[in-house]
DNA sequence: AGCAAAACCTGGCGGC
DNA sequence: TGCCGCCAGGTTTTGC
């Protein structure tokens, strides 16, 4: 489920656990998630201090003294959850209920902190497309995050750049916003949402907003303000469920979210005047939801 | 080259 | 209740 805010709220949720903390024992429970985990995975991690806890794109790096880096992909089903001996609650964290099936259970790290708590960190992935690999150097890189575009975080994306990117090619904007050569950590969720608050089509041939042309650098500029702008709303709301709730399945990062369109095929749409529905296409056999009436 | 589908896995849900 | 097909927020590989 994790496009970049839940990761990024993962991150946040784990480092007041993480960093800082002495790794006393890492335990791989299979020998593989979507890729087999590195050689000497836990030989290699025992006995390090955590220094940094980092995100590109919706990978989570965490960085130990003096060793690699290892580089963390939820896939679609991949959580965490934080566990400590007594039960109590860790601030800033949320603290588990009940975890569903620890037969899913693939990692554990445990972990105690600088003062001396201890903590157990739990990797969960059902469907098992997540994986954890070692990155030797910094983790830019790595074959995994070399080739990943543009943070949509920040004010990096602009109108002008996305117009630059999406200039010449001839896919609609779903798949390119999706394309993480171009914008790194935009999913299927957010591009939807981003589409709808730029009222453009997910359809749209993509060069079509990058020609020159006052139109078109309008619309490059107001796509580049809605995909920042969903992506910080809901990173914001990632924060605020982890500042003030505890999660009804004890994981970190699947908090409630409100969507304009994702996942409400049939409602009207909530663009003021607007009168149309929301429905569902496929595109690149996935879902994409939208309004035809105010997405152009 | 560029783009669309298939593949990787398991679990949950709606329909019958 | 049980079985079956379909769907799922990601990425890589394969095929056109």
């Not at 943070?151 to 999706?178: F, I, M, W, Y």
Request: with cysteine; glycine share 12%.
């Amino acid at each position: 489920m994790p496009e970049l805010p839940e990761v990024e709220t993962v991150r946040r949720g784990l480092q007041p656990v993480l960093e800082g903390a002495r790794l006393v024992g890492v335990e791989a429970r299979r020998p593989d998630l979507r890729f087999p985990f590195p050689e000497n995975f836990s030989a290699r991690l025992t006995g390090k201090t955590i220094t940094a806890l980092g995100r590109r794109a919706k990978y989570l790096t965490i960085h130990v003294e003096g060793g690699p880096v290892l580089i963390c992909h939820l896939g679609m089903s991949g959580s965490f959850r934080i566990e400590t001996p007594d039960g109590s609650e860790i601030p800033g964290v949320f603290h588990h209920e009940r975890s569903k099936s620890a037969a899913h259970d693939h990692v554990v790290f445990d972990v105690v902190s600088a003062g001396g708590a201890r903590s157990r960190v739990i990797f969960n992935d059902p469907r098992r497309f997540g994986f954890m690999l070692f990155a030797e150097g910094t983790p830019d890189t790595h074959p995994m995050l070399a080739g990943l575009g543009v943070e949509p975080t920040g004010n990096t994306l602009d109108g002008v750049l996305l117009a630059s990117l999406l200039e010449g090619r001839r896919s609609p904007l779903k798949a390119a916003l999706l394309d993480q050569r171009l914008i790194a950590g935009l999913g299927n969720i957010y591009v939807s949402e981003a589409l709808w608050r730029a009222g453009l089509s997910p359809l749209r041939e993509s060069g079509t907003i990058a020609k020159a042309g006052k139109k078109a650098a309008a619309q490059s500029e107001r796509l580049a303000g809605a995909i920042r702008s969903v992506i910080a709303d809901a990173i914001a709301a990632g924060g605020s469920s982890l500042r003030d709730y505890v999660q009804t399945d004890g994981s970190l990062g699947y908090f409630q979210h409100s969507f304009a369109v994702y996942d409400r095929e049939g409602e009207p749409c909530s663009t003021p005047g607007c009168g149309g529905h929301i429905e569902r296409i496929v595109q690149s056999g996935r879902s994409t939801f939208y309004c035809r009436t105010c997405q152009r």
